[in-house]
């Protein structure tokens, strides 16, 4: 199964192309992006990046990445080439739709063909709504929300116009569905519209045979939710708080979320579309 996966993942936060080659098999193509608002927000990728690269390149992946930020993207394409992978890099982010089209281009340049697409921005700037200025309630929608609808737009115009039954991929969360009293209007108000965006996209693409997913973790092991995974007493108490609402009685780690994102990226997910999947240790059944 894996060999036959189409190649062409985008993500806004990471952005992945691949394109398949003669015989059906990877020809290998990823394009990686993380918006360089700020450095929390770089840090949040972090561990999906990795992992998800990581990935993608050990299953034959050429990976086009491209990103604002230029050392975590210089990192992650060490990493990547370490396995033997061939690395392209674009030094921008979708703050535009000429970013996305742009992004897109050097995908089809170096290529050939997209036929997947994967957003995972995940930036927050919590602050309790009495207090909390618009403009960082705005900047969480932007990273969220407006990459994005900017990076489906780019890459649906093609897929429709060139007849290509592409795959999209997007990060959720299960603050999409579950408010927060640690002043997440910004954050779960942008999970929301990721979701609902992966319903009408799923909805409006499904004639073009165009699949749209999300996937929706509880927290999991990054350098931004590092503090909560120490012994100091905030993170500590942080830590208990959400414990206390997953079942399994742990913590997600990055590699829980790979399983899934390599389901939703394959043929094995053909008749799947506009879910947003919870990979959270039971957070939401209960």
């Known amino acids: 199964m894996f060999e036959q996966m189409p190649n062409g993942y985008f993500l806004n936060d990471l952005i992945v192309f691949n394109s398949l080659r003669e015989g059906g098999y990877v020809s290998k193509g990823f394009i990686f992006e993380a918006p360089d608002l700020t450095n929390a927000q770089a840090a949040e990728l972090n561990g999906f990046q990795d992992q998800i690269s990581l990935m993608l390149a050990s299953l034959g992946a050429y990976l086009t990445l491209a990103s604002g930020t230029k050392g975590e993207l210089d990192a992650v394409a060490d990493e990547v080439k370490s396995l033997g992978a061939k690395v392209a890099l674009v030094y921008r982010r979708p703050d535009a739709l000429e970013d996305a089209e742009a992004m897109l281009k050097a995908g089809l340049d170096a290529f050939g063909r997209v036929d997947q697409l994967v957003v995972a921005s995940g930036y927050n700037k919590a602050g309790f709504i009495h207090e909390l200025k618009y403009e960082d309630w705005q900047a969480v929608m932007d990273a969220n929300v407006r990459g994005e609808w900017f990076m489906a737009k780019a890459v649906g115009t093609y897929w429709i116009s060139a007849k290509v039954k592409g795959k999209m991929l997007m990060m ?115």
């Open 172 to 286: 959720s969360s299960v603050r999409g569905r579950h408010g927060n009293i640690s002043g997440y209007t910004g954050y779960c108000a942008s999970k929301g519209a990721t979701d609902a965006l992966t319903r009408v996209l799923a909805t409006e693409w499904a004639k073009h045979g165009i699949t749209v997913n999300s996937i929706a973790p509880t927290v999991f092991r990054s350098k931004l939710t590092a503090w909560m995974y120490g012994n100091d007493e905030l993170g500590q108490a942080t830590r208990a708080r959400s414990l206390a609402r997953i079942p399994l009685g742990r913590l997600a780690e990055v590699e829980d979320l790979m399983g899934m994102a390599l389901y939703l990226l394959s043929p094995a997910s053909d008749f799947t579309t506009g879910q947003v999947i919870y990979v959270d240790g039971g957070f939401t059944a209960g």
